[in-house]
Nanobody, 115 residues
Framework: QVQLVESGGELVQPGGSLRLSCAASGFSFNSYGMHWVRQAPGKGLEWVARISSTGTSTFYLDSVKGRFTISRDNAKNTLYLQMDSLQSEDTAVYYC????????WGRGTLVTVSS
């Protein structure tokens, strides 16, 4: 079965950096584009970034462009999100997401940006 397991979230000060990981299994990872989506406290889901199956194409939410970098290692079946210059508005639970026969989600990892 499809499994997505996020990790790497923690408390970080404004201006700091974090790298999130998403370990994927149960499907042919190198055949599909992947997404990061976040949910801030009390708000709805917000798409953050997408990467193509080969990693050659990436797309970002305007507010994270130039600060976040999505990448993948197809040999390790792992998706990453490098987050730099973090701001309080980036506080959220971050999920990796794939759309196959339906949408699959991990349990998420909490990123808290606060001094």
């Amino acid at each position: 079965q499809v499994q997505l397991v996020e990790s790497g979230g923690e408390l970080v000060q404004p201006g700091g950096s974090l790298r999130l990981s998403c370990a994927a299994s149960g499907f042919s990872f190198n055949s599909y584009g992947m997404h990061w989506v976040r949910q801030a406290p009390g708000k709805g889901l917000e798409w953050v970034a997408r990467i193509s199956s080969t990693g050659t194409s990436t797309f970002y939410l305007d507010s994270v462009k130039g600060r976040f970098t999505i990448s993948r290692d197809n040999a390790k079946n792992t998706l990453y999100l490098q987050m730099d210059s973090l701001q309080s508005e980036d506080t959220a639970v971050y999920y990796c997401n794939i759309r196959l026969d339906k949408e699959y989600w991990g349990r998420g990892t909490l990123v808290t940006v606060s001094s």
